[in-house]
Structures are given as C-alpha cells and as structure tokens.
C-alpha cells in the first residue's frame, strides 16, 4: 500500500460521505464527495491498496449508519471506478464524462428492473402515487374553480412518466460533469495529470444533431397529445434534449464572442443565465452548429 497521509485522508472523506447520504439535503453533496474519494483512491492507488482502504471504510459505516447504506455506496463505487480508470489512461475529458454518464444512466435503469424484480416494488408506480397524493393536498376551491381535476391530475403524472428517460440522462450527464470538475483536481493534486475539458468558447456540436432536431421538431409538430406510444415518447423526450444540448452551444457560442472581442470573462457568464432559462433561446445554438457564423466575429489578422 502506498505510504502517506493523503490515502488515509480520502478514505476517512468517503466514510463521512457515506454516513451524511442518510442525511437529507446533504446527501447530494455527499454523494459528489464519495464519488471523488473513490476516484482519487483508484487512481492513485494499486488495487489490492484500493481495495484495503475501502473495506474499512465499508464496514465502518455499516457500523455506524446501517448495511443497507452499502447499496448505496455501492451504486456509486462503480462508476467511480471507471472514471479513476480512465484518468489513469489519459482519455479526453468528454470521454470520461460520456462513459461516465452512460454507466450512471445504466445503474439508474438496472436500478428500476432490480427493485420490481427482486422487490416487487415499482418505483415509477410509487412516485406517481407520490404525485397523485401532493396534487390531491394542494387541491383547493381556487384550483377547481379554474378547472384542475383528478383527469388533469392523472395528465401530469402521465407526462411526467413520459419524460422519466430525459430526466435519467440529464441527471446522469450533469452529475457526471460535476464529478469530472472536482475529480479532475484532487486526483491533479496527486500527481496524475488529467486532460481538462475544452474550454467553452470551444464547445462544437456536431452538425448532423442539427437534422436530428428538425426531425424530431417536425415529428413532435404531428404527434398527438396524450399518446403514449412509443414514437410519441421517445420524440417528447429527444426534443428538450437536443434543445438543452443546442442550449450549451449557445453559451459556448457566446463565450467564443467575448473572447474574439476581449470582454471580461463575467459577460458571458451572465448572458449564460438568460439561455439557460428561456428556452427558445437554444436557437442560437442551432444555428451555430448548422452555420459558421462565427467566422463573422474572428478579427482579421
């Protein structure tokens, strides 16, 4: 086992991490500080050391918090795993965070077939009840008065349901960002050099997801309301996303202004803030991608 304080140190963080998952409102944060520590520990360490240091770890926390707590560090611990392996070959930055966020969208679906398998327990018929429950409490003489009823009630759970596939791949991707940018730095500050990701004003999208979203958009222009085919489904969720993905475009594109035309760097960042919340400003990103309209912003040489 490698000798040193550092080692220890991140074995004792991935012990407070899993004890604070119980924890609620911290256990988020937690679980980023768990995915770090196992990233750092299997990056730097061998795997007989690795494997040294987490089973204390393990068996502590089953101690203090429980063992069912296990199954959820252990949900972590895999693509942990695979993101200190891939620091340790060197791989590009969007690499890591597209396997990455491909095995964390493959344990959250594993996850659902597994608990109705095993369990009998149908964890999207539980939060539909959950749904069905809170929109009965806030139910109110004002809201009839409008028009809300149960038919409407069991639309929006319906819709929701629908768009479980979206809601999976953009928690997926964006968690696995967040754990890349922490990552990357503690495992940088011990000695293993991790490729860092393109700078926004370098964000490209390929071209050919331009015609992916005219097709969807069109399709979704002639789908029915309601129908929960699978056509239907799979357009309702490709839609927001590939307009959240032109969305990014769109704040790289602005980053790649501010930085032909020397604004400050906060410029952009608060132009971010706006595309971030009104949707149809991902058009900028559309036409980013399917144009070289930047060439009209590089200064002329």
Known sequence: MKAGLKPILWSAAAFLALVLLAVPLLNFPASLLLTVSYVV????????????????????????????????GLFFLVPSIVMGHLYQKGVSAAKVIRTVGIVFLAQLMLELLLFEMVFDLSLLSEFSEIVRTTMNGMMT???????????????????VMNIIPLIFILFSFIYAVLAHFFARRAVQRSGIEVPAFPK?????????????????????????NGDDSFL?????NLVPLLSFLF????????????HERGWSKAVPILIAIPVLLIPPLSLIGVLDTAFPIRKSFVKPQ
């Open 247 to 258: 969305t990014i475009q769109a704040i790289g594109f602005f980053f790649f202004i501010a």
């Open 141 to 159: 003489p004002e809201l009839a008065a409008a028009g809300w009823n149960e038919e409407m009630t069991e639309q929006l759970i319906q819709t």
């Open 41 to 72: 520990l299997y990056a730097t360490l061998s795997r007989g050391a690795f494997i040294l240091h987490l089973l204390p770890v393990w068996i502590l926390a089953a101690v203090v918090a429980g063992p069912s707590l296990l199954i959820i």
């Open 232 to 236: 239907n489904v799979a357009v309702m």
């Open 200 to 224: 926004a004003k370098d964000w490209r999208l390929p071209r050919v997801l331009v015609i992916y979203y005219l097709i969807a958009y069109v399709a979704d222009l002639f789908l029915r």
